[in-house]
């Protein structure tokens, strides 16, 4: 399988194995162990993914040359068909700020654990989350369940437009804490999704134990 390379020049191992054909698969980059550090890397590996921006806050701070404003932009990113990623940016542009949340959404890059879990369905779909999944960020809490194929997304907007990034179609989800904060909901959202999908693939947690262990 040839990749694009659009004039990318690699900087790291993970991105020369891309560009040399030995990793030609978004799993494979995952499964290999090795850090996700280029966005250009999950172009070559998931062309065209979607992007949602989920909040933008300005925020202030003063410094001795005065007050500064800044922009926060929440984004998350998937191709709709198992793959997703969330991030913060931060800028004194709009645009460059949801550049820049895009940007590291692709490195936060997950393989989503989809499924067919419920009880009332059939096995062997991928409509819905193998097994409960629950995530947290500051005081939220989600808790993302498989639900029989037809259901739909019985969750609120935010938790929903993550849900669809990821290809996830039917999915009861349960939330607690202050909840009007989109940020901690999405993350929360987030977390719960990369907690079932490192459950499912401890060969890779262990990778890259094993790395943090050699470079240590």
Do not use: H
Request: aromatic share 4%; glycine share 10%; proline share 4%.
């Amino acid at each position: 399988m040839s990749q694009r390379n659009d004039g990318w020049t690699p900087r790291t191992r993970l991105g020369r194995m891309v560009q040399d054909g030995d990793i030609t698969t978004m799993e494979q980059a995952l499964e290999s162990g090795l850090p996700l550090k280029e966005p250009e890397l999950v172009d070559q590996l998931l062309p065209g993914l979607d992007d949602e921006v989920l909040d933008i806050n300005m925020v202030q701070r003063m410094t001795d040359s005065g007050r500064r404003v800044k922009f926060r932009c929440v984004v998350a990113i998937g191709n709709r068909d198992g793959y997703l990623g969330y991030a913060e940016g931060r800028d004194d542009q709009v645009g460059s700020a949801i550049q820049k949340a895009i940007d590291v959404a692709k490195l936060n890059i997950i393989s989503v654990d989809r499924g067919s879990g419920s009880w009332e369905d059939s096995a062997g779909g991928l409509n819905s989350l193998t097994r409960k999944a629950e995530g947290k960020a500051g005081s939220v809490t989600v808790e993302v369940m498989p639900a029989p194929q037809g259901l739909g997304l019985a969750a609120a907007p935010t938790v929903r437009n993550i849900l669809e990034l990821a290809g996830v179609q039917d999915a009861w989800t349960r939330s607690n804490g202050n909840t009007r904060t989109t940020v901690n909901l999405a993350k929360a959202t987030y977390n719960a999704l990369r907690n079932a999908s490192q459950s499912r693939t401890p060969r890779r947690a262990a990778a890259k134990q094993r790395e943090q262990e050699v470079s240590e």
